[in-house]
């Protein structure tokens, strides 16, 4: 008898809080939970509390318990601020023109961003994998492979020698052993053979060509996951 006795009471309690008609919904709320929680007068909190059938936010009543803590009473009271700030983020803008079934839903749930988001984490992660994998690539392009052990005291040069190369003679290999024991460093000022730049222009050309294929690879990987 007494719920449907305050049930009939809304006329009277919608008079009260005319002068609050012109504040938007969602701050209304969290200004009565805070006046609740200033003045201390709080009712015992439900066990469950359901959402209404107009969609308003349950507002929570606090009451401190015999056996609870001060530090834990106000600890309660902040969780339950922030779960109302919350849902009043994400609750759907009222529309009191418009239907209740009229009302558009969030259109995004809680589950469909966590979705999106670990879609953006995967892409980062597949994407920085393929930046190691292309640096790596890199690197070996550069890199030499000296056996264990093995000690270089000069750069790489090559065994096979052009068919019009400059054959030195016995005495100009005289000169770099007594240079190289001097301690002179020889300068060379004789130009490369047609043959050699040859050579040299078509080992740069497939070197380039290999890192073009190679960024084209990396493109059309980055495509494919993004698709």
């Known amino acids: 008898v007494n719920t449907k006795l305050q049930r009939g009471d809304k006329p009277k309690k919608a008079k009260q809080v005319d002068h609050l008609q012109h504040i938007p919904f969602k701050l209304r709320e969290i200004m009565k939970a805070k006046d609740r929680m200033k003045t201390g007068s709080l009712k015992a909190k439900k066990p469950k509390e359901e959402y209404s059938q107009d969609g308003d936010i349950p507002i929570p009543h606090f009451k401190r318990g015999k056996l609870e803590s001060e530090k834990a009473y106000v600890q309660r009271m902040e969780r339950e601020t922030k779960h109302i700030m919350f849902l009043s983020k994400n609750q759907v803008d009222r ?3 418009m239907d209740t079934d009229k009302q558009e839903r969030p259109a995004h749930s809680r589950s469909d961003r966590k979705k999106e988001y670990g879609k953006l984490k995967l892409q980062k992660l597949q994407q920085k994998k393929l930046n190691r994998q292309e640096d ?3 690197e070996e392009m550069f890199v030499d492979d000296v056996p264990f052990g093995e000690v270089t005291m000069a750069p790489p040069s090559l065994n096979v020698k052009p068919r019009k190369a400059q054959v030195k ?3 100009a290999s005289k000169e770099l052993l007594l240079n190289s024991l ?4 020889a300068t060379s000022t004789a130009k490369p053979s047609m043959a050699r730049q040859r050579i040299m222009e078509e080992e740069r050309e497939r070197a380039v060509e290999a890192y073009r294929q190679l960024k084209k690879q990396k493109q059309q990987r980055a495509n494919s996951t993004q698709a």
Do not use: F
């Open 95 to 97: 529309q009191p023109e």
């Open 136 to 138: 790596k690539l890199e």
């Open 169 to 171: 003679s016995q005495k």
């Open 182 to 185: 001097l301690g002179h460093a």
